[in-house]
């Protein structure tokens, strides 16, 4: 009935206990493994953190009714999920409720980079609706978007918001015939910060780089949140906010 995943990419920072207490809902998904016998691109945590488990859950059909996402250190009430399943089934969405700094870390970055344009139309590419929906909560993205990629929502609705996260990379694979992210971010290191690491084998992560090193998972963060409300609000689903 639900099936939650723990994006783990250090340590299990004491979960042991919920863990073995929910073991039949949440299982950890750890990105720094590699596996060969599923369909994966979790040689790409580097640069799209969490979603590469999104990806890995998606493209192996691994079903359930609901399913859901956690961060390691923001771990959401199992019982309390539960509970509010059964007294409403027709809950779509169940948002973390936790917000990223987007108006003040991503949105700048994106404005400031050579894809700002590409994006916009990406969305209107895919319904001038989402367009809407990000005019309408761009001036207050903190209050409103979800962050962290934090949520539980039903199985469909979780494949339509890859099919939508995902299809905005392989845009940029289309659009810039190129899947070396390596070249793009030092590009964009140089572009934002006025930097030039000249190697195009590593990108040099540190303080200063550390938003444009994990760029495009910034952007896939804000794309998930931005997907949940416009489905909210185009398909008038029933969500409710859970904070712990």
């Not at 771990?75 to 700094?101: A, F, H, R, V, W």
Request: aromatic fraction near 20%.
């Amino acid at each position: 009935m639900l099936k939650a995943y723990i994006i783990e990419d250090y340590n299990k920072f004491q979960m042991d206990w919920y863990l073995s207490t929910y073991k039949n809902y949440v299982q950890v998904i750890d990105v720094t493994q590699r596996d060969n016998l599923f369909d994966n691109i979790f040689y790409l945590h580097p640069f799209l953190c969490e979603f590469v488990a999104m990806n890995y859950v998606w493209k192996n059909n691994i079903k359930s009714d609901y399913i859901g996402f956690f961060h390691y250190r923001r771990l959401l009430n199992i019982d309390n999920i539960l509970q509010n399943i059964k007294e409403n089934p027709n809950i779509t969405y169940i948002k973390g409720n936790i917000y990223s700094d987007f108006q003040h870390v991503i949105f700048p970055m994106l404005e400031d980079s050579s894809i700002y344009n590409d994006f916009k139309e990406y969305l209107i590419k895919y319904d001038p609706f989402m367009y809407e929906v990000y005019n309408e909560t761009y001036e207050n993205a903190n209050n409103i978007i979800n962050g962290r990629s934090i949520f539980i929502c039903k199985w469909d609705n979780f494949c339509n918001m890859c099919q939508f996260m995902f299809g905005f990379i392989q845009n940029f694979i289309s659009t810039y015939r190129t899947i070396d992210y390596i070249l793009f971010i030092n590009k964009e290191i140089g572009l934002q910060h006025g930097q030039s690491y000249g190697n195009d084998n590593y990108v040099s992560w540190n303080y200063t780089n550390k938003n444009v090193y994990r760029f495009f998972a910034y952007i896939l963060e804000y794309l998930c949140g931005l997907y949940i409300e416009y489905d909210i609000k185009k398909n008038n689903l029933i969500s409710i906010n859970h904070l712990s």
